[in-house]
């Protein structure tokens, strides 16, 4: 008890009396030891200055023009197969996204499904680019942030219900990965994309009660692991199938593997 008391001169009195008393309970007092060094060692993010910076490589690769090019072609060509031509070209084959509000986007099937519910709804959506930062080299890839301001009138039929007339506008910020696919094609491979959807559901006029969501969220607490990894791209805030399976969400993806959820479930 006294090498206790010498290993944590700062222990609240409280606690310091509470180790008195507990001193014939070993279990208890093995926890005192871990509350007092939670105590003194405060939590920190040092790790992830490793974690996230570029290994070293060539920077030839025009990252902040393939951002804004690959906006204007997916999301403001006002034709359908343009817009399908925009997605294969610009989108890696096993493209998966995670947006605001339980959404989740696995593959370019899923992502064609996404992409046609909105612009049915909001033919006239524009979404301007306030800003494009890119970290990373030709040879692993690069980490890109994107904050844009969307605005759109809700004249079709959207994942939100009948066309309602009414003008919407939000701010964002898109996190993709892009990277090389071979034979210099650049493509991204994930994304993490956090839109106001409160401002967005205001403007439409829906209560976000209405709505699904997941009871919690999603997304593991990894300790020193970077939301994109360096070299293959993987998102690592990517729910497993069988959490999206569990959980109230919004999912795209291919047909055949949402008629293969189902039938598990």
């Known amino acids: 008890l006294h090498q206790f008391e010498l290993a944590c ?7 310091l009396v509470a180790a008195r008393l507990a001193y014939s309970m070993p279990a208890f007092a093995t926890m ?7 105590r003194t060692h405060p939590v920190n993010n040092t790790c992830m200055d490793v974690s996230t910076v570029p290994p070293p490589g060539p920077k030839s690769f025009d990252c902040r023009r393939f951002v804004i090019e690959s906006t204007d072609a997916t999301w403001h060509q006002r034709n359908w197969s343009a817009t399908e031509e925009a997605i294969t070209r610009y ?24 992409m046609k519910e909105w612009l049915v709804g909001f033919p ?17 890839g690069y980490k890109t942030t994107m904050p844009y301001v969307l605005t759109a009138t809700n004249l079709g039929r959207s994942p939100y219900g009948p066309a309602t007339g009414r003008e919407v506008k939000y701010h964002g910020i898109a996190n993709c990965y892009i990277k090389d696919m071979g034979n210099g094609r650049w493509q991204y491979t994930s994304e993490w994309d956090v839109p106001d959807m409160w401002s967005f559901l ?25 939301l994109f990894e360096w070299g293959s791209g993987k998102m690592n805030w990517f729910p497993t199938p069988e959490r999206v399976a569990a959980s109230d969400l919004r999912v795209y993806r291919a047909v055949a593997a949402q008629a293969g959820a189902v039938a598990e479930g």
């Open 9 to 15: 001169p700062h222990l609240p009195p409280l606690l």
């Open 32 to 38: 005192l030891v871990a509350l007092a060094s939670a």
């Open 91 to 114: 989108f890696a084959p096993g493209w998966q996204s995670v947006r605001a509000f339980g959404t989740i986007i696995d593959g370019l099937e899923g992502l064609q499904a996404f």
């Open 124 to 140: 006239d959506v524009f979404i301007r680019v306030a800003d494009v930062f890119c970290e990373g080299n030709d040879e692993v």
């Open 202 to 226: 205001v403007g439409l006029g829906i209560s976000i009660d209405s709505l699904p969501h997941s009871a919690r969220d999603l997304m593991t607490i990894d300790q020193c692991k970077p």
